[in-house]
């Protein structure tokens, strides 16, 4: 079955950075576009970049652009997304996605705080 595994969360200060990880399973994770989204307290969720299934187009939310970047590696079946110059509205459940699918993994949470 599909798994997605979400890691690398954690308390940040602003300014700081953060890496996080998605493990993927259960599908061609090569063939297939990959996003993360967040959902932030009390909000919907956003999605916030995608990558093509081989890594040569990015797409991104106009908060993130130029902070975030999303970056994949089909072989190791990962997909990841650096986060810089992270700022407190940053703060949200990260979660990743094969575009266009209903799966979920259970999200990794990001806090900006000082």
């Known amino acids: 079955q599909v798994q997605l595994v979400e890691s690398g969360g954690g308390l940040v200060q602003p300014g700081g950075s953060l890496r996080l990880s998605c493990a993927a399973s259960?599908?061609?994770?090569?063939?297939?576009?990959m996003s993360w989204y967040r959902r932030a307290p009390g909000k919907a969720r956003e999605l916030v970049a995608i990558?093509?299934?081989?890594?040569?187009?990015?797409r991104y939310v106009d908060s993130v652009r130029g902070r975030f970047t999303i970056s994949r590696d089909n072989a190791e079946k990962m997909l990841y997304l650096q986060m810089n110059s992270l700022k407190p509205e940053d703060t949200a459940v990260y979660y990743c996605?094969?575009?266009?699918?209903?799966?979920w993994g259970q999200g990794t949470q990001v806090t900006v705080s000082s």
């Open positions: 996605n094969p575009v266009g699918s209903a799966y």
């Open positions: 259960g599908f061609t994770f090569s063939s297939l576009a």
């Open positions: 990558i093509n299934s081989v890594g040569g187009t990015t």
